[in-house]
């Protein structure tokens, strides 16, 4: 059956509202992180069968969460949910820059490329420390709406979906640093334990 004009204006504009969220800073989170040591961090995530309204509420409340928090991403394992979802914004401070909602991603392939790079972690407040990955990756994914996409990313980008990939894997940051004495500096003057690093190189 032909869509009336106002259907169809009524489903673009939800779909292009579908994840609108201030991100003025909120006063607290809805969401509690977890930091290092806590079990949750280290459940692998489920992916997500069915991207319906509750998907997009967690995705919006994992926003408000990140932008309270400061930082430019957040994978549902680390508010305790252990499910394929991730939020990335790379210009929190930039409100026409529309963040972006990656469900059930899939990396393609590697570029041939590696890049050493100071990584933060909103579940490991206070610990940076350069960490090495694949300078371009090519990831494939679902949108808030459920809609198949596929982006090749480079720089903070890719550097951003391989560190949230990490959480839905159960991995942290820190299981990847090299430097064992700056590792271990670091853990102990934020007061994080060197057991609960799980080091995978
Ligand atoms: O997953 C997370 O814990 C979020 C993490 C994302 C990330 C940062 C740096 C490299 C890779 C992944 C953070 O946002 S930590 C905070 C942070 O480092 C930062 C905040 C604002 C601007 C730039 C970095
Ligand atoms: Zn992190």
Known sequence: ???SFAQMARSAEQSSRSIQVSKEPPQ???LTIHTLGDGVLRTPAKRI???DESVRDLARDMLRSMYAAKGIGLAAPQVGVHKQLLVIDLDPENAAAPPMVLINPEIRSFGP?????EEGCLSIPGVYLDVVRPTTVD???RDEMGRPQRMKADGLLARCIQHEMDHLNGVLFVDRVT???SLN???QDHGFRRADVQSIR
């Open 28 to 30: 607290e989170s809805p």
């Open 139 to 141: 990831v494939a994914y």
């Open 179 to 181: 430097d064992e004495l």
């Open 185 to 187: 500096a670091e853990l």
């Open 113 to 117: 490329g590696l890049d050493t790079y």
């Open 49 to 51: 069968s069915k991207v």
């Open 1 to 3: 059956m032909p869509r």
